[in-house]
């Protein structure tokens, strides 16, 4: 599990592309290798990799077919930025929301406005994952827990707000309209959206078949 705050951005070193897989070599600074063993979940750009070699400051991460064609990893070359975060220990603070780093695609940018104190990104949200989407929820975006606002539910488009100390510590200093990000829906809003969803097709099939039973 992740909070969804960053803690570094690093480049990826070496990027090897194979038939339907690929290999990242991403460089750690001494505090993001302390304790860091293979078989230990990382999330880059939000997607939840698995370490599979340390040599150095260099760790290795494969990624396969289905990493590489729901997420931005596909669309990586060598020398990208990209967001880390380790994965949540017991106990500790989360300040953001539970992250599976299951991501779910890639949206859009639309628009980059950039103001004194803020960084202002519309994107659009795909019609499926829609009915997952509020005002004031969360969503994952390249691994930052952010709050959507001013949501347009009819053409999937909102807004998030960037305060200096994310583009800081995040790539989205760098982002652009066109860009593509990583996105995961908040899970337990989900579950819930989904449980009442299917509530309530069941009621309304219940009800439609003791209509028909009442036909004369």
């Not at 994310?166 to 899970?187: A, C, H, M, S, V």
Request: glycine content about 8%; hydrophobic content about 40%.
């Amino acid at each position: 599990m992740y909070t969804g705050i960053v803690s570094a951005v690093f480049p990826i070193q070496v990027l090897e592309n194979r038939e339907n897989a690929a290999t990242f070599k991403i460089a750690f600074d001494e505090a993001h290798l302390e304790d860091l063993n293979i078989g230990a979940s990382v999330s880059i750009n939000g997607a939840c990799m698995t370490v599979v070699a340390v040599e150095g400051s260099l760790v290795t991460f494969d990624a396969s077919s289905e990493t590489l064609s729901r997420t931005t990893l596909g669309r990586a070359t060598q020398g990208d930025l990209v967001n880390v975060e380790r994965s949540a220990k017991n106990g500790v603070e989360i300040g953001g929301h539970p992250m599976s780093g299951h991501v779910d695609g890639m949206l859009s940018v639309i628009e980059v406005e950039q103001t004194n104190n803020s960084c202002i990104i519309t994107l659009e949200i795909p019609e499926a994952y829609r009915r997952y989407t509020f005002d004031k929820g969360f969503i994952g975006l390249n691994g930052c827990s952010l709050t959507i606002t001013e949501l347009n539910r009819q053409n999937g488009r909102f807004k998030v707000y960037l305060i200096p100390e994310t583009l800081r510590q995040t790539t989205y200093k760098d982002t652009k309209p066109g860009d593509l990000i990583n996105f995961e829906i908040d899970r337990q809003t989900q579950v819930m959206v989904d449980t009442i969803y299917d509530a309530v097709k069941v009621t309304l099939q219940d009800i439609n078949v003791s209509a028909d039973e009442l036909q004369p």
